[in-house]
């Protein structure tokens, strides 16, 4: 079969090197990839939020199925238009997507059917926002409603930072027209979860749960990014029966309810309060870095996964996951999530251990070279049978890959490491 996979990160790097070990797959394309993928896939140079292109794409070379995995284009329909053209997919409508897409129409969902999350309200207009920051407790959480790259939220520890805040959305147009409506919530408190979840809208199977790190800098300090790594399973997490009952079976028949029902993989951004799990956020796809200390473990095949989330057969399939922990340290562009250089030659010394993957994100190749390209470079990946080994084989991997003002977090898997053998 002709497969094709849209996008171009650390995360699609994740899927492609998963789906390759398919014998199912003749062809294996990706649109546009990176300078890592390019060893595992065909990279075509065509962006993930161009729809036209994707098709012709699709129709020129007989493509039989889809992996749509980025926000934007799930948001602007590429799978709808996909499906109608004859190509199935994984990945949700463009209708279904907009529970990442809307902040607003998630927490709406939730608060219709009962499903835990923080209070909230919705403001479009930016008085009536800064008069509810005025009567509200501190902390306070500003969101843009919509997508935001992972940078939308914004913890107010003072009234004057959370106006702030909604001004740079609202009025300073920060995010674009994402920030023109803003969710205003509740701080909650408690360790965040993340649950990667396979679902063809009947059923689901739940994946290892994982602990993201979002801030840039050691002891969660510094911005807001797109994730700086990760570890799985989280050992914070022991309510995978509590979140089956209250949150992830009442979210798929919410959609399906709302006649939106959702097929592809559904994360549930977790905080476990002293109330028991509360969702922070939804997200429409694969996470990431999630997906790259996730898809390390499973035993199956991903692409008969991705296939009965099409056909709605899931039910069907035997999805077993190792009994293994891994980490993953992302190495970033100094300057990160603010400004940064990009063209610096990456070099990987010999030797990397069996027990490592190294996933590309922000590289291309460049007259035969290896070069940075955006502001997280690379993931570096350890799987192991402890978590404290899975981060000193990670970390030590780290030390053997070489770029101009490479930059990393050393703190990752700490927190997680503490609570393990607070357990013992």
């Known amino acids: 079969m002709n497969v094709m996979v849209i996008g171009s990160g650390g995360r699609e790097h994740a899927i492609v090197h998963a789906l390759a ?18 060893s595992e896939a065909e990279c075509v140079n065509i962006k993930a939020t161009d729809i036209q292109g994707i098709v012709e794409f699709a129709e020129k070379n007989s493509i039989d199925f889809a992996a749509v995995i980025p926000d934007d284009p799930l948001a602007m329909g590429l799978t709808d238009v996909l499906r109608a053209k004859g190509v199935p997919c994984f990945g949700p409508s463009a209708a279904a997507a907009r529970i990442e897409s809307s902040k607003a129409y998630a927490k709406d969902l939730m608060r219709r059917y009962g499903i835990p999350t923080a209070s909230y309200e919705v403001f479009s207009d930016r008085d009536k926002a ?22 939308g939220v914004i913890i107010a520890q003072t009234q004057e930072d959370a106006i702030t805040a909604i001004d740079s959305m609202m009025l300073d147009e920060r995010f674009g027209k994402s920030g023109k409506t803003v969710v205003i919530e509740e701080f909650l408190q408690g360790p965040e979860v993340s649950l990667l979840v396979f679902t063809d809208s009947k059923t689901y199977a739940v994946m290892p749960s994982s602990m993201d790190h979002k801030r840039s800098k050691n002891n969660d300090e510094g911005d807001n990014t797109g994730g700086m790594g990760t ?39 977790l905080m476990i309060t002293k109330d ?24 199956s095949d991903l692409f008969e996964i991705m296939r009965a989330v099409e056909s709605e057969t899931l039910s069907e399939i035997d999805i077993s996951f190792k009994q293994l922990t891994s980490c ?73 890959i070489h770029f101009k003002g490479k930059y990393m977090r050393t703190d990752i898997g700490r927190r997680a490491l503490t609570m393990t053998e607070g357990k013992r």
């Open 231 to 269: 570890v799985s399973p989280n050992p914070f997490f022991d309510y995978e029966a509590l979140c089956t009952e209250r949150i992830i079976e009442p979210t798929i028949k919410a959609m399906n309810a709302e006649g939106t029902p959702f097929k592809g993989c559904l994360y549930f951004g």
């Open 276 to 299: 028991g799990p509360k969702v922070i956020e939804y997200n429409c796809r694969f996470g990431d870095p999630e997906t790259q200390v996730v898809l390390p473990l499973l035993n």
């Open 130 to 151: 800064v008069d509810h920051v005025k009567n509200s407790s501190l902390p306070i959480v500003v969101k843009a409603d919509g997508l935001a790259l992972g940078k």
């Open 328 to 400: 993953c340290v992302v190495l970033c562009s100094d300057g990160y999530p603010g400004k940064y250089d990009t063209g610096f030659e990456i070099s990987f010394d010999d030797g990397l251990p069996n027990d490592v993957l190294c996933y590309h994100a922000g590289t291309k190749l460049t007259d035969g070279k290896l070069v940075t390209s955006g502001g997280r470079v690379l993931g570096v990946v350890c799987v192991r049978d402890s978590l404290s080994d899975a981060v000193e084989g990670a970390y030590k991997a780290c030390e053997h």
């Open 21 to 38: 070990k398919s014998t199912d797959i003749d062809t294996l394309y990706c649109l546009p990839g990176n300078g890592g993928i390019a």
